[in-house]
């Protein structure tokens, strides 16, 4: 059983991920955007964070940065990108995670993708651009 948060603005995107997490073992809190994200993780550090890429007040990008280069110590959290942007593999390059998934995903391919980040543990290597806005 892993500890996860989940950042998603979408409440129901947010809790359907929650609940597949739940089911699979896992221990899940939410967060609606990267500043309230931000707030789970100074309680306790997860062992993995599903994260949106585009969200109000700190978008998914903007929150690993601060997490990762702004917040030392944070660095071997791996990150799963789940989204519906675009532009997502542009995005995870950014961010640097090797995780990452477009909105709407299989359920087996989400638990597998999550299986691997929590089994691998590969840290994000973000690029300094992943903390400016992506739209």
């Known amino acids: 059983m ?9 409440e129901s995107i947010a809790e359907a991920v929650a609940d597949m997490l739940s089911l699979d073992g896992h221990a899940v809190r939410i967060a609606e955007n990267g500043e309230k994200g931000l707030q789970l993780l100074s309680d306790r550090l997860p062992d993995l964070i599903v994260l949106d890429v585009e969200m109000p007040v700190l978008t998914g990008p903007e ?12 660095e071997r959290i791996p990150i799963v990108l789940l989204s519906g942007a675009a ?6 390059a950014l961010v640097g995670t090797p995780y990452s998934l477009p909105k709407p995903c299989e359920l087996d391919t989400f638990l597998e993708v999550v299986a691997r ?19």
């Open 117 to 135: 980040a929590l089994q691998e543990r590969i840290a994000p290597s973000p690029s300094e651009r992943a903390g400016r806005s992506v739209s």
């Open 87 to 92: 532009e997502l593999r542009r995005i995870a």
């Open 63 to 74: 929150m690993a940065h601060r997490i990762l280069i702004a917040d030392a110590g944070r």
């Open 2 to 10: 892993a500890d996860v948060v989940v950042v998603d603005d979408d």
